[in-house]
């Protein structure tokens, strides 16, 4: 008896799968440092004590927090989608990559101190954002 591979997995180009990969470590990796940082603001606010001199409460850390949780599980529904090749995933990834790829440039050509020092993470995402472009066909 032969078996067969399901159709979605036969087509997905491992360029998908490998982002798909990073993209679900990327949202758990979010996840978690969201859930414990809201449980540290949580837990100092009822036993107010210092964490190697700062203090883990207040609106500013709690939001903070409660985004990098939301943008957790923003990110595992994402890399859900890429991985099942949806057709909503891609539109979404083609979004944030051309948001960030945008972004990269004007700090790079403002000149201002940020995480884009240089254009290298820029050229990157623009090479996945054109990837993903050319496998467009892969998504239903």
């Known amino acids: 008896m032969a078996t067969t591979v399901p159709p979605s997995r036969a087509n997905r180009p491992l360029g998908v799968t490998i982002l798909a ?3 679900a470590l990327l949202g758990v990796i979010l996840l978690l440092v969201g859930l414990v940082g809201l449980v540290l603001v949580i837990g100092s606010v ?4 210092g964490l190697s001199g700062f ?9 903070g927090f409660a985004i990098l949780f939301l943008l957790g599980i923003i990110t ?5 989608g890429l991985w099942h090749q949806r057709q909503w995933a ?7 990559l051309l948001i960030e ?3 990269g440039i004007y700090s790079f050509v403002k000149g201002g101190s940020s995480a884009y020092g240089d ?3 820029p050229v990157i995402e623009i090479l996945i954002l054109l990837y ?5 066909r892969h998504f239903h």
Do not use: D
Not at 46 to 49: D, L
């Open 119 to 121: 254009l290298t993470t």
């Open 46 to 49: 009822i036993v107010p004590v």
């Open 90 to 96: 891609l539109i979404l990834a083609v979004i944030i």
């Open 55 to 63: 203090q883990f409460f207040g609106l500013s850390a709690s939001l």
């Open 132 to 136: 993903l472009v050319a496998v467009r």
């Open 76 to 80: 595992l529904v994402l890399a859900v």
């Open 21 to 23: 990969v990073i993209m």
């Open 101 to 103: 790829a945008a972004s």
